[in-house]
């Protein structure tokens, strides 16, 4: 055994293509477990797109580099070559920006099964959930925690949720999954500002010292209680700048016109790809 | 869920995609696959003439009567042609034995059940399943019941719960009245055939006003390789009664082929409620055609759950025929094909009183190149006025190799009518997978969990047990289904 390593997500010069139109132009990105980063940038800039290649969605084409863990023991975990599943069961976590409705599927039931694949991650189909009796105590904690009518549980997955229910129960799958990274894809839109209070607090509380974030945000607010090490801009499929929270702070309240101003490339691109996108719609 | 199509009020049928058929495929549903040795005591001959037909009714030592009308019944089913339509009936009928009686009389307790016949409910869980929850069980091995029991409180009441050979013997009259009368034995091929050689099934009389709170219940299985079933049971709930009777069945499962062909005779009278609750779990070498038909009359409301697991051909569509003024009829069907299984299976509402109303629910998955077809009539009587009707049809198909079909017919000869249909194909969506994929769950088990979920509404009408057998079941269907 080597010395103790952080453990970290490495990206490097990831492309990413959707339908054979290539999104993500070579991004690259570390974030140490522990660590808070936000991720900003205009509409279309491939901010999403990096949360799905992460994740592993089969319409999302990794055409070249890479996305790896490294481990304590400082071994390096190929992301690429797993399934979503078991890039969840390693420990990686997506809040979708719009999550999908199960109709007909409890999100206790739902949320019992994901756990016990994340917990145990050599669990098979038909193996044992973890105890139920354990399983809902721990939920109905978390539940209250976030402020959730215990109803919910019994609810259909996403399936009828207002906007704020659809972002309050992806918090509640970070809290229960309690992953080591996580990419939180504006988790605040829909919701109203004491809503976005309560999400970054809970973050925060979820998040603590174990879990590496990336927070993608439009706002400050989200990050009020989750002060980022380090802010990022996406234009055109690639980070182009990286600064601290105050970056976070200028973008919010100037916009991106410094940004595209300063990065001609990246900002033709954007324009590119708007055009790309609006032609094949 | 992806619905690639959605239409209303359609009269064409909407054709499948993907392949048709194929082979079947054996193993799948391990869980019930294993018999008991079992000494029949009588196996009649192979085959089917006017000397097994006497010869099944000697054995029961019926009267001239029901003799007559089997022996009549032979006429017809030999007179009348195979169903042209549904799926293909390859069944020899000189293959088959058409009566088996495993045990000599009919045990009066569990005790009395003979040990083989007890190991094989054992493995099936039956007798956990009547402590906790079941008040009555009927429960068919073979072409006969073999143990029954009913609650004293029951009998108190009036309430007869017996098996159809006993009721022959025991309540000849009251029997008789209602016998091969919603469904005679000209009907259909497979309703005459079973009319000559039916052996077994439930009888139920529920008076006038008397209600049944708790689930009466039969179960049963088909042990005897070449062997038919031919069930038979008659429910008859008088005025203002109400009962819930759930049929249960999974089968062993053979190289062979093998025929189960039910009747299921229903009447509802004034202000009676009945549900009749199925859900069948067939081997997949089975042919299961089936005849169920109830009358409802004024006020009453008729029932039908019905799922359909297995089986090489199931040919079943739960009829209510609504004869007076108010007479409801709900039909929910749940069908899941995989390979080399075809569920032909629907309902069929007829509107025969004005003010009558009636639903169809019906959900089918299809996998594996498993096929799976709604067919379902609505039909609107002369006179009918004020009648109403909706149909919803729900089929998703789970890969390419698998199909679904909907035939929808709907006959209306009254103008004054609200008939609706609906009915929507869907894929399994990728980005539902993805979703919950992306928090651990394996594809098969995301795949589960949305089949699961897409049947739901129809599985929490079940009773509980049942309820969690039908989700098991599922969850054995869809195992190894991805990849």
Known sequence: ?281 | MATDTHETSTLAAVPGNGAGVSKPVFGEINKYDFRTESPAIFKARRGLSRDIVNQISEMKKEPAWMRDFRLKSLEIFESKPMPHWGGRIGVNFEDIYYYLKPTEQQGKTWDDVPDEIKKTFDRLGIPEAERKFLAGVKAQFESEVVYGSLQEDLAKKGVIFTDTDTAVREHPDLLREYFGKIIPPSDNKFAALNSAVWSGGSFIYVPKGVSIEFPLQAYFRINAENMGQFERTLIVVDEGAHVHYVEGCTAPMYSTESLHSAVVEIVVKKHGRCRYTTIQNWANNIYNLVTKRAMAYEGALMEWIDGNLGSQLTMKYPAVYMMEPGARGEILSIAFASAGQHQDAGAKLVHAAPHTSGRIVSKSISKNGGRSSYRGLVKVEPGARKSKSSVVCDALILDDKSRSDTYPYIEIEEQDVSIGHEASVSKIGEEQLFYLTSRGLSEAEASAMIVGGFIEPLVKELPMEYAVEMNKLIELQMEGSVG
């Open chain 1, 1 to 281: 055994m080597t010395s103790q390593h952080p453990e970290k997500l490495i990206i490097q010069d990831l492309h990413v293509a959707v339908e054979e139109r290539e999104i993500l132009k070579g991004v690259n990105l570390e974030i140490g477990r522990g660590e808070v980063h936000a991720l900003m940038g205009p509409n279309g800039s491939g901010k999403s797109t990096l949360g799905y290649a992460i994740m592993g969605h089969p319409s999302y084409e990794v055409t070249s580099g890479s996305i790896e863990i490294v481990e304590a023991d400082g071994n390096r975990r190929d992301i690429l070559a797993m399934e979503p599943d078991e890039r969840a069961r390693a420990g990686l976590f997506l809040a979708f920006q719009r999550p999908m409705a199960i109709p007909g599927v409890r999100v206790a039931d739902f949320l019992r099964h994901a756990v016990s694949n994340v917990r145990n991650p050599e669990r098979k189909e038909g193996q044992e959930l973890v105890p139920m009796k354990e399983f809902r105590g721990e939920l109905k904690a978390k539940m209250a925690e976030l402020q959730m009518d215990t109803d919910f549980a019994r609810r259909y997955v996403n399936d009828g949720f207002s906007g704020g229910e659809m972002k309050r129960a992806e918090i509640l799958q970070l809290a229960m999954l309690a992953p080591r990274f996580a990419v939180l894809d504006e988790t605040d839109s829909g919701l109203d500002a004491d809503a976005v209070r309560l999400a970054s607090e809970s973050i925060a509380r979820i998040g603590g010292a174990d879990m590496g974030i990336l927070i993608i945000t439009h706002h400050e607010q989200l990050l009020e209680h989750n002060i980022p090490l380090k802010t990022h801009v996406m234009l055109g499929g690639r980070i182009v700048e990286s600064g601290g929270p105050e970056l976070a702070a200028e973008l919010h309240k100037r916009g991106y016109e410094r940004i595209r101003a300063s990065y001609p490339e990246a900002a033709a691109a954007e324009e590119a790809m708007a055009a790309e996108a609006a032609a094949t719609a």
